[in-house]
């Protein structure tokens, strides 16, 4: 299946500041990339996703960007606020599949 | 906005009884997932489900799992005889097409305990 590497697994950022969390991929068939948030026992929750007939997309204070050459996506996150703090999941899936492989997860700290 | 509602939100359960999670997807999805997550651990695919039947399964999908639609609106994980190592949250997902390029709808998830 589709291998998804995600890093860094902890970030701990000043409340203001900007995080940045990057994936990478390794089906170059892959054409759909979500990003979900997870607070402490609660679902996952999509909050933005990108497809590869674009490079950059962008939701208030969340972007997203792809390059489909290196096979890697990131997200950004800017003028973090404490509730951002959370477990930040990436994911993909391997070209026509029915699944989404996930990323192992980035514990994002937003400190006051 | 609509969601994918799961049922029940914590089971505790003996090692080696069945267990049956109950899920009601998203009322205009074709496609159906379970995910599993151990604690602190990333979530992992278990299965998908579109016009009645399993399309896709992880290797940790194995015979001692099932799952059903009995009905036109819910959606069920069964275990038959389960293990500790069954103890994870299992979410419920839920997609208008497929994960190609369709977002996945999560539940609330069920907390599965097994003593």
């Known amino acids: 299946g589709e291998n998804v590497e995600q890093h860094p697994s902890t970030l701990s950022v000043q409340e203001g500041d900007s995080a940045v969390i990057k994936c990478t991929y390794s089906d170059s068939a892959s054409n759909y990339f979500p990003w979900y948030k997870q607070e402490l026992g609660k679902r996952p929750q999509l909050i933005i996703d990108?497809?590869?007939?674009?490079g950059e997309k962008k939701d208030q204070r969340i972007a997203v960007t792809l390059n489909k050459t290196a096979k890697h996506f990131s997200l950004h996150i800017t003028e973090t606020q404490p509730e951002d703090s959370a477990v930040y999941f990436c994911?993909?899936?391997?070209?026509?599949?029915?699944?989404?492989?996930f990323g192992a997860g980035t514990t994002v700290t937003v400190r006051a | 906005e609509p969601e994918v509602t799961q049922t029940p939100s914590h089971q505790v359960t003996q090692m080696g009884q069945e267990v049956i999670l109950r899920c009601v997807p998203i009322?205009?999805?074709?496609?159906f997932y379970w995910y599993r997550q151990i604690l602190g651990q990333k979530v992992e695919f278990l299965v998908s489900?579109?016009?009645?039947?399993?399309?896709?399964k992880s290797e940790i999908f194995d015979d001692q799992f099932s799952v059903e639609r009995p009905d036109g609106s819910n959606f069920t994980l069964k275990i038959r005889s389960t293990k500790l190592e069954d103890s994870a949250m299992y979410f419920c997902?839920?997609?208008?097409?497929?994960?190609?390029?369709?977002?996945?709808?999560f539940g609330d998830g069920t907390r599965l305990s097994i003593l």
């Open positions: 994911a993909a899936p391997k070209g026509d599949d029915y699944k989404l492989s």
């Open positions: 009322s205009n999805h074709l496609y």
């Open positions: 990108i497809r590869s007939n674009v």
């Open positions: 997902a839920s997609s208008v097409g497929q994960a190609v390029s369709q977002p996945q709808h």
């Open positions: 489900f579109y016009n009645n039947e399993i399309s896709e």
